[in-house]
């Protein structure tokens, strides 16, 4: 309860900062809003010269992608700012979240919330909704628990992502942009049926980073499709413990990765 | 008033030509510096043209064309936006936003060259950097796993390569503008975003803006984001207009550097109003 209020407090504080120019502020919240309907407005390209994608509708798709988004948000909202520790780090402000008796995992988290990212959030709740109503998918106990599941299980792997390439800023500094491939990359691959992808690909995103553990597989449960993919693929059933182990991992790898922090003074 | 002042500016880009020159070579040599950071950055944008091939290939599964387009040329123009995703930039600073705020931009407004200027030959040095470091390889790879399918003519890359330099100013001198709103507003972060983000998609580095439904490519037709990365790549893939494109592309050269020229002007006014 403590660390929530600190949390929210954080994030108040950094909400005034962000909100002091308010005229460029408009523009941003707007630009974000653009940003989201484009990537959707790809998709409808994409749609305008196929009927489906590798035995996918375009509603199917844009569920896939909703839950990628929806997911992605989140983990953006409370993680987006470990991708710029190395920012932190090089001028020595890291300590200074160092010696504060919140753990830096909160401060990253207050740091990442932006009201505009809230837009996004909403928008890609919309379009999950929308695909769920095109698509038909009743709403039934079992349907809402493999949504929820897929979400939850995505944003965990997702911050466990931005987690990672945090961890990594303190061995290379600005070299964790590796970590795009695997986060924004992530959202290409899991915006798409896995199955259009080659084996080692499809390899890479269900036992490296199991993204398509969380998002494809409970997608082919509820859409009753016929898994073409070409590497063994675990349960549905085991999506949230997979990417709860994925994060225990990365957990891991930040603990040890901040152990070895040795400040940039001398 | 506006004549007298690209006609001062002609001028000073012809004295100090080696001076720019020497910007160029100072940030391409800085640049080299980051050897690790740029190959995490080439392992990421080689990931991202897997990706995007795998996508492609998924969509010409029943179809031979798609959008009068076959799958090798997608596919080439995907190598190619890839290589040149860097080279002519979506995002990320020019540096100008950065010296208002620090008020750095008073120090350089005290040297002996345009200021635009410097901070366009400081961006080729980058560019340049890129182009070697970031798309050649890239360019290697994307053939390597025959991706990139086209064998250019001799007077489609002579084209070509003018037209980079031309996609490097335009699409720097629209980072340029929008960063100069910091004169006005303060701070650059909206319009930058608003920017980055309609550069990405009209650019063609998405989706080639060749598989956009008609409308769009209506509307793309309309805006200075397509003369950028989309137009270059087409004019390497042999397109049979590259000479127009090439003209509209020096038309949208020209406005970029009368706009930016013409802010500049306006924001020193600014810079002074502010004081000290």
Redesign the interface.
């Known amino acids: 309860m403590q660390i929530f209020k600190l949390y929210l407090s954080l994030v108040k504080l950094h909400m005034k900062a962000q909100t002091s120019?308010r005229?460029?502020?408009?523009?941003?919240?707007?630009?974000?809003f653009?940003?989201m309907g484009?990537h959707i407005?790809?998709i409808f390209?994409?749609f305008?010269?196929?009927k489906t994608?590798?035995g996918w509708s375009l509603w199917e798709v844009l569920y896939l992608y909703g839950i990628t988004s929806t997911a992605f948000s989140v983990a953006q909202l409370v993680g987006e700012k470990f991708e710029d520790l190395y920012i932190y780090i090089k001028s020595g402000q890291f300590d200074q979240l160092l010696t504060r008796p919140v753990s830096p995992l909160i401060q990253v988290a207050a740091l990442s919330f932006r009201v505009e990212r809230v837009g996004s959030l909403i928008q890609s709740i919309g379009v999950l909704c929308l695909a769920c109503v095109k698509t038909k998918v009743y709403i039934t106990m079992a349907g809402l628990g493999l949504i929820t599941t897929s979400v939850v299980s995505m944003f965990v792997i997702y911050y466990a992502l931005f987690l990672a390439s945090g961890a990594f800023s303190f061995w290379?500094?600005?070299?964790?942009?590796?970590f795009?491939?695997f986060t924004?990359?992530g959202i290409?691959?899991s915006k798409?049926p896995l199955s259009?992808?080659?084996e080692w690909?499809q390899a890479l995103f269900i036992y490296v980073i199991p993204i398509g553990v969380a998002g494809y597989l409970p997608a082919i449960e509820i859409y009753k499709k016929p898994s073409e993919l070409m590497v063994w693929t675990p349960e549905v059933l085991y999506a949230l413990p997979i990417a709860l182990g994925f994060l225990g991992l990365t957990l891991a790898y930040w603990h040890f990765s901040i152990r070895h922090y040795q400040s940039t003074g001398s | 008033m506006s004549r007298a002042l690209k006609q001062e500016s002609l001028i000073f880009m012809r004295e100090n030509f080696k001076t720019y020159v020497a910007f160029s070579k100072v940030e391409f040599l800085r640049y080299l510096g980051f050897r690790l950071s740029n190959i995490a950055g080439l392992f990421t944008n080689i990931f991202f043209l897997m990706f995007r091939a795998a996508a492609f290939k998924a969509l010409f599964v029943n179809a031979a064309l798609i959008g009068g387009y076959p799958l090798e040329y997608i596919l080439s123009y995907t190598v190619l936006s890839q290589v040149l995703l860097m080279v002519i930039p979506q995002w990320g600073s020019v540096g100008v936003a950065e010296d208002i705020r620090t008020g750095q931009i008073a120090s350089d407004l005290l040297k002996p060259v345009n200021y635009y200027f410097m901070i366009l030959s400081k961006r080729i040095g980058v560019c340049l950097f890129y182009l070697l470091m970031r798309g050649l390889p890239v360019l290697i790879v994307g053939t390597l796993l025959g991706l990139f399918r086209c064998q250019p003519d001799f007077f489609h890359v002579t084209v070509g390569i003018i037209s980079v330099f031309l996609s490097i100013v335009i699409a720097n001198s629209l980072h340029f503008l929008v960063e100069a709103a910091a004169f006005w507003l303060e701070s650059h972060q909206g319009p930058k975003r608003l920017l980055s983000v309609s550069l990405y998609f009209f650019s063609g580095a998405f989706i080639p803006v060749a598989l956009f439904p008609p409308w769009a490519k209506e509307v793309s037709s309309l805006l200075p984001f397509q003369y950028t990365l989309n137009t270059t790549v087409n004019i390497l893939l042999g397109s049979s207009e590259s000479l127009q494109l090439l003209g509209l592309q020096v038309m949208w050269f020209l406005i970029m550097i009368f706009l930016c020229l013409i802010c500049l002007n306006r924001g020193i006014k600014k810079v002074t109003l502010h004081g000290g």
Not at chain 1, 23 to 32: L, N, V
Not at chain 1, 172 to 178: A, G, K, P, Q
């Open positions: 120019y005229k460029s502020y408009c523009i941003e919240i707007f630009a974000y653009l940003q484009l407005c790809g390209f994409i305008y010269h196929v994608l590798a290379t500094l600005d070299s964790n942009e590796i795009n491939a924004y990359g290409e691959v798409y259009i992808y080659q690909m």
